[in-house]
T-cell receptor
Framework: GAGVSQSPSNKVTEKGKDVELRCDPI?????LYWYRQSLGQGLEFLIY????????KSGLPSDRFSAERTGGSVSTLTIQRTQQEDSAVYLC???????????FGQGTRLTVV | GENVEQHPSTLSVQEGDSAVIKCTYS??????FPWYKQELGKGPQLIID?????GEKKDQRIAVTLNKTAKHFSLHITETQPEDSAVYFC???????????FGTGTRLKVLA
């Protein structure tokens, strides 16, 4: 594909349900990032994958949040037992690795009702 | 680890005036400093970047300056236009982990 693809673009879920957000990075990009952006706020780092290294999970806000990256490509961010404060736009970005431009997807807007 | 601070959080300028956004970083070993523009409903997009071996870089109406000694870098937009209205983020790359750390963003409004 031409860019980073995220799905779904919008997700409304009931409080307490689990959700999975998907990110398809640019082919060949070894680094993948997840960020959370609450309404009108900045980019909150969640997790970072680089090649085959152990992911940097230091930004995950609680143990309800987890992410995996299969085969060094597609990544899934899972939020268990969703809470209203989880409502935000979740952005994924990928880079070829090293100090290079990050390419962002359009984001998934999650609303927990 | 790296920490990035960004100011101001909001900025309003008249069309045609200049806008300046400033960021500071904490990791003296960081060597890559990009700026991103985020329009409503979209993901951030790179508009300009600078590396630590360069003090200034220009691209048409946009310029970025870097002061390594003071550990700060700035975005300058000249002759602002309404389409420049957006949220701008600075970032620094942690030299040890290559992790992007973003500033908190500046909402720029260009008044026609």
């Amino acid at each position: 594909g031409a860019g980073v693809s995220q799905s779904p673009s919008n997700k409304v879920t009931e409080k307490g349900k689990d959700v999975e957000l998907r990110c398809d990075p640019i082919s060949g990009h070894t680094a993948l990032y997840w960020y959370r952006q609450s309404l009108g706020q900045g980019l909150e780092f969640l997790i970072y994958f680089q090649g085959n290294s152990a992911p940097d999970k230091s930004g995950l806000p609680s143990d309800r949040f987890s992410a995996e990256r299969t085969g060094g490509s597609v990544s899934t961010l899972t939020i268990q037992r969703t809470q209203q404060e989880d409502s935000a736009v979740y952005l994924c970005a990928s880079t070829p690795g090293g100090d290079t431009e990050a390419f962002f997807g359009q984001g998934t807007r999650l609303t927990v009702v | 680890g790296e920490n990035v601070e960004q100011h101001p959080s909001t900025l309003s300028v008249q069309e045609g005036d200049s806008a300046v956004i400033k960021c500071t970083y904490s990791d003296s070993a960081s060597n890559y400093f990009p700026w991103y523009k985020q329009e409503l409903g979209k993901g951030p997009q790179l508009i300009i970047d600078i590396r630590s071996n360069v003090g200034e870089k220009k691209d048409q109406r946009i310029a970025v300056t870097l002061n390594k000694t003071a550990k700060h870098f700035s975005l300058h937009i000249t002759e602002t236009q309404p389409e420049d209205s957006a949220v701008y983020f600075c970032a620094a790359m942690d030299s040890g982990t290559y992790k992007y750390i973003f500033g908190t963003g500046t909402r720029l409004k260009v008044l026609a």
